[in-house]
């Protein structure tokens, strides 16, 4: 994942009181959590599409078999190829151009697919799929760190597929070329594909059509407790916790606090309400991160669920606004 060094600067403040901020009951919430633990299909109010966790994991399975996938690579563009082969049948944009850091030139592609809604306003959900170019000699596979979030978003493109959407347009974003070319892990021209898309959306008209920009970023994590970002949008990351609240998981949400310069970045830096779904504390004290302990084994099918059914809600919530 990341740029690394001190742009990654982890708290881990515990947030006091953070149940307080809305009219929830625990003792409701262990129930409605406990009644969905171990179903293939998880879906927590009606009006919220099911998200199917196991099928999600598979689609984990699918990305890492390929292996690592810096850019440049065979495996990366096999990726490039997976992805879009699960996207038949949907309006896909591709956003393809090269990069010439000092390593060399490199190919970067954004995969874009759009659902319509019947609102005017566009929500943006997006994923990396890279791995980092300094361990492409590595068995360095980013199960987690880009593989999970990836999966999440080709299972949300199945729930949307074929449907009429009763609000804002969906495009799902998955993001190339996020990854440092150089260690140590802070390299501040990174996220070649959000920058590259960010700049084009804002010089076409795009940008200010997007409602919300909401990144997935290491959301497979066994042990998942997603970070409340200080650097997001506050009223964007009530509404993630309001919606985890909704869905009975309110608990893998925001007990830590931390500044992560991610995906999101380029877009909050222009104006766009922006939120990061992240978990960066990958084992004790993040030691699976950026190591080819980043392996399957490590994720679990029902943390990719409460992320997925957390998403979903936030997009209704907003679809509401």
């Known amino acids: 994942m990341k740029l690394g060094g001190p742009c990654f600067l ?3 403040l ?4 953070c149940n307080a901020r809305s009219a929830f009951d625990p003792t409701a919430a262990a129930a409605a959590s406990e009644a969905l633990v171990g179903q293939k299909a998880i879906s927590a109010i009606e009006s919220t599409p ?3 966790a196991d099928r999600a994991m598979q689609f984990v399975k699918g990305i890492v078999a390929f292996g690592p996938r810096p850019i440049g690579s065979e ?4 990726v490039e190829n997976y992805i879009l082969s699960r996207l038949k049948g949907i ?3 591709q956003d393809a151009f090269d990069v010439h850091p000092t390593e060399g030139t490199f190919p970067v592609r954004n995969i874009v697919a759009k659902f319509p809604g019947t609102k005017d306003g566009i929500i943006v959900i997006a994923s990396h799929y890279d791995t980092n170019w300094p361990l492409r000699n590595e068995t360095y596979v980013g199960a987690n760190d880009g593989a999970s979030s990836s999966a999440l978003l080709l299972e949300i493109a199945d729930q949307l597929r074929g449907k009429k959407r009763e609000g804002y347009s969906v495009w799902l974003l998955w993001d190339d070329g996020e990854e440092s070319m150089r260690l140590p892990w802070y390299d501040p021209e990174s996220l070649y594909g959000v920058r590259h898309l960010a700049e084009k959306w804002q010089s076409d008209g795009t940008l200010k059509k997007i ?3 909401i990144l997935e970023d290491m959301i497979g994590d066994a042990d998942l407790n997603i970070e409340k970002l200080t650097n997001s949008t506050p009223w964007l990351e009530d509404l993630v916790y309001q919606a985890a609240t909704r869905v009975g998981y309110q608990s893998h949400f925001f007990a830590r606090e931390a500044q992560v310069e991610d995906d999101h970045q380029p877009f909050l830096d222009r104006g766009v309400p922006a939120t990061d779904l992240i978990d960066f504390n990958y084992g004790y004290n ?3 991160w950026h190591t080819p302990e980043d392996t399957v084994d490590k994720l679990s099918p029902k943390s990719l669920g409460i992320v997925g059914a957390v998403t979903l809600e ?3 919530l907003i679809d509401q606004r």
Not at 14 to 17: E, I, K, S
Not at 75 to 78: A, F, L, N, P, Y
Request: aromatic content about 12%.
């Open 10 to 12: 982890v708290l881990l």
């Open 14 to 17: 515990l947030v006091a009181g």
């Open 50 to 52: 099911v998200f199917d």
């Open 75 to 78: 495996s990366h563009k096999k």
């Open 91 to 93: 309006e896909v944009e």
């Open 211 to 213: 409602k919300a920009f």
């Open 286 to 288: 993040n030691v699976f």
């Open 314 to 316: 936030t997009v209704r």
